[in-house]
């Protein structure tokens, strides 16, 4: 079965646009969660989603935010971009949720200049 | 609050050496824990979940809720286990990961 899709995979922003990312889910997964992957702090929770509700958000201001359509596809958006929101963006999916096996896509590298 | 603590960030071995990845959690309620790892140009994958108590690629890993640790084993490594392991808590439906170690295994 098809992976987790995240698309672009690599984007260049400047500092103070805006920038959406895209993720589709393996087929029949209704958990979508985001995650901020940089060098220094590892892997951060950004929120998840299940059946187009947000369940859970982690610690990152209100410039983060996503959504999910009723097809599970999910889209994260960040808005202002900072220099700090370079990173590497991990969408994965599950059947339920946290306790279910997550199933990674292979991220967008946002740089922001 | 949720929070998994890896304290090693590089683990270096020979081939045929044992391995130990330490993982400490902190959680109030009772947590499913398990064990992400990350090839080279690859996706980060599940490697095991304490529920299954099985063991991938020969390693184990072993819920110590006295310890609250959940160290990941393997008794002689292999060259292909070169990668970046995460260990990682789940509650309240929000999957939370330790910085990582690398482990690196040389001829």
């Known amino acids: 079965k098809a992976g987790v899709t995240q698309t672009p995979r690599y984007l260049i922003k400047t500092r103070g646009q805006q920038v959406t990312l895209s993720c589709s889910p393996i087929?029949?997964?209704?958990?979508v969660s985001w995650y901020q992957q940089t060098p220094g702090q590892g892997l951060q929770f950004l929120f998840e989603y299940f059946s187009e509700t947000q369940r859970n958000k982690g610690n990152f201001p209100g410039r983060f935010s996503g959504r999910q359509f009723s097809n599970s596809r999910s889209e994260m958006n960040v808005s202002t971009l900072e220099l700090g929101d370079s990173a590497l963006y991990l969408c994965a999916s599950s059947f339920t949720g946290a306790n279910t096996e997550a199933f990674f896509g292979q991220g967008t590298r946002l740089t922001v200049v | 609050a949720q929070r998994v603590t890896q304290p090693e960030k590089l683990l270096s071995v020979f081939k045929g050496a044992p391995v130990e990845l330490k993982c400490n959690y902190s959680?109030?309620?009772?947590?499913?824990l398990f064990w992400y790892v990350q090839y080279s140009r690859q996706r980060l994958q599940l490697l095991l979940r304490?529920?299954s108590r099985e063991s991938i690629k020969g390693f184990t890993a072993d819920l110590n809720k006295g310890e609250t640790s959940f160290h990941l084993k393997k008794p002689f490594a292999q060259e292909e286990d070169s990668a970046m392991y995460y260990c990682a808590l789940t509650g309240f439906q929000k999957l939370v990961f330790g910085t990582g170690t690398r482990l690196l295994v040389s001829p």
């Open positions: 959680y109030s309620g009772s947590p499913e």
């Open positions: 087929s029949g997964h209704r958990s």
């Open positions: 304490h529920i």
